[in-house]
């Protein structure tokens, strides 16, 4: 499990460099490369608790590889798609990684119990999907001629945004409330 985690933070660099150059095909290995890391978030947790390969370490690793992956995803659409994709959003995104890396330092000091809440496993997967429709958009509207109003993508991206806020919120709640049964 570890070996996929560590793939993702490997593959967003990949993704980056693919969707940046103006060749068709080289966008398509993009988001085959975004699917390809998209599985491995998924296959990780679950090959680590099946066969019994949970870690501290892991349990460190798969959220980094997850906020490596998926910021440099929403930094790479909004490199393509700078009129769609703001940096207020990326801020808003970061700002919710760095805030919640933060508090499980913290809760990890004060021996507070902080998991992966349900909250953000759904933000992570709210996250792909919008993603991966961003990416269709994006290369059926410039390399293949659909009439798509982009202005979609901005209405699009609202969705992970807030849901990533309402994650980082989740996660004050958690710890406040950790905090104060301790």
Same mark, same amino acid.
């Not at 949970?54 to 009129?83: N, Q």
């Not at 998991?115 to 269709?136: E, S």
């Given at each position: 499990?570890?070996?996929?985690?560590?793939?993702?933070?490997?593959?967003?660099?990949?993704?980056?460099?693919?969707?940046?150059?103006?060749?068709?095909?080289?966008?398509?290995?993009?988001?085959?490369?975004?699917?390809?890391?998209?599985?491995?978030?998924?296959?990780?947790?679950?090959?680590?608790?099946?066969?019994?390969?949970?870690?501290?370490?892991?349990?460190?690793?798969?959220?980094?590889?997850?906020?490596?992956?998926?910021?440099?995803?929403?930094?790479?659409?909004?490199?393509?798609?700078?009129?769609?994709?703001?940096?207020?959003?990326?801020?808003?995104?970061?700002?919710?990684? %760095? /805030? @919640? #890396?933060? *508090?499980?330092?913290? $809760?990890?000091? =004060?021996?507070?119990?902080?998991?992966?809440?349900?909250?953000?496993?759904?933000?992570?997967?709210?996250?792909?999907?919008?993603?991966?429709?961003?990416?269709?958009?994006?290369?059926?509207?410039?390399?293949?001629?659909?009439?798509?109003?982009?202005?979609?993508?901005?209405?699009?991206?609202?969705?992970? %945004? /807030? @849901? #990533?806020? *309402?994650?980082?919120? $989740?996660?004050? =709640?958690?710890?406040?409330?950790?905090?104060?049964?301790?």
């Amino acid at each position: 499990p570890n070996i996929l985690s560590v793939s993702r933070i490997f593959l967003a660099p990949v993704f980056f460099v693919l969707l940046t150059r103006d060749v068709v095909l080289y966008v398509w290995c993009s988001i085959f490369i975004f699917f390809l890391a998209s599985l491995t978030d998924a296959f990780d947790g679950y090959i680590a608790r099946k066969y019994k390969l949970e870690s501290k370490f892991g349990r460190h690793l798969d959220p980094i590889a997850d906020k490596v992956f998926i910021i440099t995803s929403f930094f790479s659409l909004m490199y393509v798609m700078p009129d769609y994709v703001k940096s207020w959003m990326l801020f808003v995104v970061i700002s919710r990684d %760095v /805030f @919640v #890396t933060r *508090l499980r330092k913290i $809760s990890e000091y =004060k021996n507070l119990d902080f998991k992966t809440n349900y909250f953000a496993k759904r933000k992570t997967l709210v996250q792909i999907i919008t993603i991966h429709i961003i990416l269709l958009i994006y290369i059926l509207e410039k390399y293949y001629s659909f009439q798509i109003d982009l202005n979609i993508v901005y209405y699009l991206m609202i969705i992970p %945004v /807030f @849901v #990533t806020f *309402l994650s980082g919120l $989740s996660y004050w =709640k958690q710890y406040t409330r950790l905090s104060y049964e301790k």
